[in-house]
């Protein structure tokens, strides 16, 4: 028998996602027969905000949209589906799938996704069933990846050290696993499957941890190794530091609190980074997730949502609130934090030997964006190595993808398809390309305020000529672009980072940490691509020339003193 779970007064009445929530019969709601509605290609916007849990939600093209209201036709209605891999990881046989039901179901492309997920787009609401269908039938689903629950748990693909790679990917397995919602919702909608139990009677048991109101917001964690932050730890919700003795996992620092979203104009709003809190072994971590989670859901804002977020929680309540509270729960206190490094965030691009003898080549995925262009056949080359490839995919949180664990027997045969199909570690780009990361955007983002993915790539090709000029082209520099303030791309830790205010115009920010360990702060505000092109020129000459040796773009401008340094989101906007 579970305990009722009983939340303490909220600021305000509940939001309307939290009434949504309590009505769906955990999730289900209408969607059985929404999606069954022959008339409309679209469906209420309840039943939209419950899709989430079960990995989708409803968009349109808005490149479409104007046209479609003068010929007085509905939106252009299209579903987004992520796809859940713990870690990043996937097997040919699954990547073969993901290829086949985005060319089947969708756009023909598929997105990776900076939390290591598979995204797809335009899959019509008619074709919604059988594309969750055969994704399931490969082992991999859409649950949670979305909605008010923990979302995919993001793990260093770390080919360098294979082992511990192996090992820390078996953490993030049972992280995902056991925080997975209980409810049978899913099954029952999309794979057939039968009502299990009648939900409404056994209330809160069907979700010991979650509870019928799951959590106020969406919970993100990720788990990094050591000397490499290419998860951006420190933007998690919950960030897992693993630490090493000797080559061997010795347990994990806990960091609270990261998140990158903002609302432009709210200073109540604000990025986040994660603060460590402690240290535990292996097998406490599961512990430790559940019972972090849980205050969450008990405290966190259930009024309103974009002060929903666990780190407006530890900021309202206090980080030493928080740690009583964690260590009152778990019935016993964490050990101090262990001594750590982080060397850098990026991939590592090309071919690598890792630990286990086995071969790693990591290709340059622009924007994470997997699809064939006329002198590019990306996704076809993709296709072909998946059906000989006897290794694993891992998705990197920087949208690359590693072709993983190739044996020496079957390099040849790998590396040749690789030439024939053209396909690309990014050497004869800029190291800032290589460094670039941007959302999706327009046109099917409903959130986006300006182009960020289709944007990007014009707009480094004629940064790139400035890089030339200044001899800054090998020079790494974590640059990101984002359509909106609510940061999927984590540009708050970009060194020069762009989120959308209006189309073509961008509020800059400059001076994160090359790392991931400082938040970036605004420099201009509502700029366009000439006066971007106008800051930047005299900023890399001046780095070229004036910087310190191995002094990275962020730490410079912040020493020239063209912005001051943020250590905490709180002083975010002063």
């Not at 008010?148 to 693909?157: E, L």
Request: charged share 25%; with cysteine; hydrophobic share 35%.
């Amino acid at each position: 028998m579970t305990t009722k779970i009983i939340l303490p007064p909220q600021p305000g009445p509940p939001s309307d996602v939290e009434r949504i929530k309590s009505e769906s019969d955990y999730l289900r709601g209408s969607l059985v027969n929404t999606m069954e509605y022959p008339i409309s290609s679209g469906i209420p916007d309840d039943d939209n905000r419950l899709m989430k849990f079960h990995g989708s939600y409803l968009q349109d093209d808005r490149d479409l949209r104007n046209e479609r209201q003068r010929q007085k036709l509905e939106p252009a209605y299209q579903f987004m589906v992520r796809v859940r891999a713990p870690g990043g990881v996937a097997t040919p046989e699954q990547w073969l799938v993901m290829d086949r039901v985005a060319n089947k179901y969708g756009n023909g492309t598929l997105k990776l996704t900076t939390r290591q997920a598979f995204q797809m787009h335009g899959i019509l609401k008619w074709n919604m069933k059988n594309n969750i269908q055969e994704i399931n039938d490969s082992l991999m689903d859409t649950l949670a990846a979305c909605g008010d629950v923990n979302r995919n748990v993001m793990c260093n693909p770390n080919p360098y050290q294979s082992d511990i790679h192996t090992e820390v990917y078996g953490w993030a397995q049972k992280l995902s696993d056991y925080l997975s919602p209980r409810t049978t919702a899913y099954h029952e909608i999309w794979l057939d499957g039968e009502k299990v139990v009648d939900s409404q009677e056994t209330d809160e048991e069907i979700e010991p941890m979650y509870g019928a109101l799951y959590l106020p917001r969406k919970f993100k964690i990720g788990v990094a190794v050591p000397p490499n932050n290419d998860i951006d730890v420190f933007s998690q919700d919950l960030g897992l530091i693993a630490i090493l003795d000797e080559g061997k996992l010795t347990g994990f620092n806990i960091a609270v609190g990261g998140g990158m979203g903002m609302t432009h104009g709210d200073t109540k709003t604000y990025p986040q980074l994660a603060r460590v809190i402690g240290f535990c072994t292996p097998d406490q971590i599961i512990e430790v997730a559940e019972k972090i989670i849980t205050i969450q859901r008990d405290y966190g804002d259930r009024s309103v949502r974009k002060y929903a977020r666990f780190k407006y929680t530890i900021d309202a309540r206090g980080l030493d609130w928080i740690v009583n509270e964690l260590q009152e729960r778990l019935g016993w206190e964490l050990d101090a934090a262990r001594e750590y490094q982080f060397e850098h965030n990026g991939d590592r691009y090309g071919w690598v030997k890792g630990s286990n003898d086995k071969w790693h080549y990591t290709l340059f995925i622009q924007n994470g964006r997997i699809k064939d262009q006329d002198d590019y056949p990306l996704m076809t080359g993709l296709r072909e190595i998946a059906k000989i490839h006897t290794g694993d995919f891992r998705l990197s949180p920087n949208q690359n993808l590693i072709i993983s664990n190739v044996s020496s027997q079957q390099k040849n045969i790998v590396e040749e398809l690789i030439e024939k199909h053209g396909l690309t570690d990014g050497q004869h780009h800029s190291a800032l390309r290589r460094s670039s990361m941007a959302c999706v955007a327009f046109p099917t983002c409903g959130l986006a305020m300006a182009e960020a993915e289709r944007y990007l790539p014009s707009l480094l090709d004629k940064i790139e000529l400035i890089l030339d000029e200044s001899g800054l082209r090998e020079k790494e520099i974590v640059i990101r672009m984002s359509g909106c303030p609510n940061g999927c791309s984590r540009p708050a830790l970009g060194e020069i980072a762009f989120i959308g205010k209006a189309p073509g115009k961008y509020n800059m920010y400059l001076g994160a940490g090359f790392v991931g360990d400082r938040l970036n702060k605004i420099y201009r505000e509502n700029v366009g691509e000439e006066e971007i092109l106008e800051l930047l020129k005299p900023l890399f000459f001046q780095y070229a020339k004036e910087r310190q040796e191995g002094e990275h773009f962020g730490d410079f401008v912040i020493r020239a003193g063209h912005v001051k340094a943020v250590q905490s989101g709180l002083d975010f906007h002063d």
